[in-house]
């Protein structure tokens, strides 16, 4: 049995660092000059990196042509400052077949939803009623559909829009991510140690997989969350997207 099944629609992120010296004279912007570009595999792509980087086996399920679907980030190289990002691709993400899934070949699954219609939430309950160690990070308006979970990867900003529909099922399956201050479950704050923020860039993926990897070995969500705290703060002090080490 291998250790990890990610499922979830992936993307490549670039960055491309630039300069900027002066405005452009038909409008007020200013004028980008590309300096250095790098790229990597995000969302899904970015949660299964993380795994391997920890030393874990992992297989990867995914939408066909990934690489198609990117992300653009233009940042001022001196200030670290992002100037816009341009998607492409997000529309034409197909549709997983769920039924046509291995579950039982792994320990644990991880269903990264982008929430770009790879997975519906059909797609979601299914998975979740025939594996009984999911780990979902979704950015669907949680429900009923996600009941059999076994635990809820969520940022704050995502709690405060879903937590309306957050039912007493629901909540105990909950790991809300605060950002500087770290991530809250079952009413107990994890902090994490203050430090230079370089880019948040796929720090949400880094949490997960190290929540997930932690909890494979110990069978204990409060030590798998004080290392994922620990997995996210590693990436945050990096350009870019990157993957934690051990």
């Known amino acids: 049995m291998k250790s990890f099944l990610v499922i979830g629609e992936s993307c490549k992120d670039i960055f491309c660092y630039g300069e900027c010296t002066r405005l452009c004279p038909e ?4 004028v980008f000059n590309p300096i250095e570009y790098r790229e990597s595999g995000g969302m899904a792509k970015n949660v299964f990196n993380n795994i391997l980087a ?7 399920v995914t939408n066909a042509a990934w690489e198609s679907v990117v992300k653009t980030r233009y940042v001022h190289q001196p200030t ?3 100037f816009i990002r341009v ?5 034409s993400v197909p549709r997983i077949d769920v039924s046509e899934l291995k579950l039982d070949d792994y320990e644990i699954v991880i ?3 982008y929430c770009k219609g790879y997975l519906t939430e059909e797609d979601i309950r299914y998975i979740a009623s025939r594996h009984d160690c999911v780990f979902l990070d979704t950015k669907k308006d949680l429900g009923t559909w ?6 809820i990867k969520i940022n ?8 309306h529909l957050i039912d007493d099922k629901l909540k105990p399956k909950l790991i809300i991510t605060l950002g500087q201050k770290g991530c809250l479950y079952q009413d107990s704050v994890f902090p994490v140690e203050t430090v230079e923020i370089k880019d948040v860039s796929g720090a949400g993926d880094t949490f997960l997989a190290g929540l ?4 494979l070995e110990t069978a204990d969500i409060e030590k798998a969350a004080i290392f994922a705290n620990e997995c996210a703060t590693q990436v945050v002090q990096k350009r870019g997207v990157s993957t934690c080490q051990k």
């Open 54 to 60: 920890l030393g874990y086996d992992c297989d990867l």
């Open 87 to 91: 998607d492409e691709g997000e529309d």
């Open 111 to 113: 269903i990264s939803d």
């Open 212 to 215: 997930a990897v932690k909890f």
């Open 146 to 151: 996600c009941w059999d979970v076994r635990f």
């Open 156 to 163: 704050n900003y995502e709690f405060a829009r879903t937590q």
């Open 27 to 30: 409008a007020p912007v200013p």
């Open 80 to 82: 670290n400052q992002l």
